[in-house]
């Protein structure tokens, strides 16, 4: 049974950091791509990041890039993003996410069946 758990959302101001990981556990981590999702309340949930699973390759959403990383350590089982310049439009339930299938193509697999975590808020002040 894969469990993921997210942690380190929280209230901050615009301008402001926020470094959010995932800790999962239950199978061989280091064998399936990892993604973020988000959602905002009354929309769906959106991606956010994905990152291939040997780390080297990283794909974002256009809102993001240049103030998100999405990073791995595989020794750890925890995926991160790494969220700077946050704005209020940034505020939602932030959902890590993982393949249900290994070595999948990292950029077309976050379309597929992924088991998820029970979600961080972060709240962006203006």
């Known amino acids: 049974q894969v469990q993921l758990v997210e942690s380190g959302g929280g209230l901050v101001q615009a301008g402001e950091s926020l470094r959010l990981s995932c800790a999962a556990s239950?199978?061989?981590?280091?064998?399936?791509?990892m993604h973020w999702f988000r959602q905002s309340p009354g929309k769906e949930r959106d991606f956010v990041a994905s990152?291939?699973?040997?780390?080297?390759?990283?794909v974002y959403t256009d809102s993001v890039k240049g103030r998100f990383t999405i990073s791995r350590d595989n020794a750890k089982n925890t995926v991160y993003l790494q969220m700077n310049s946050l704005k209020p439009e940034d505020t939602a339930v932030y959902y890590c996410?993982?393949?249900?299938?290994?070595?999948?193509?990292?950029?077309?697999?976050?379309?597929?069946?992924?088991?998820w975590g029970q979600g961080t808020q972060v709240t962006v002040s203006s």
């Open positions: 996410a993982a393949d249900s299938v290994p070595y999948g193509n990292f950029v077309s697999s976050r379309s597929g069946y992924l088991y």
């Open positions: 990152i291939r699973w040997t780390g080297g390759s990283t």
């Open positions: 239950g199978r061989t981590f280091s064998s399936y791509n």
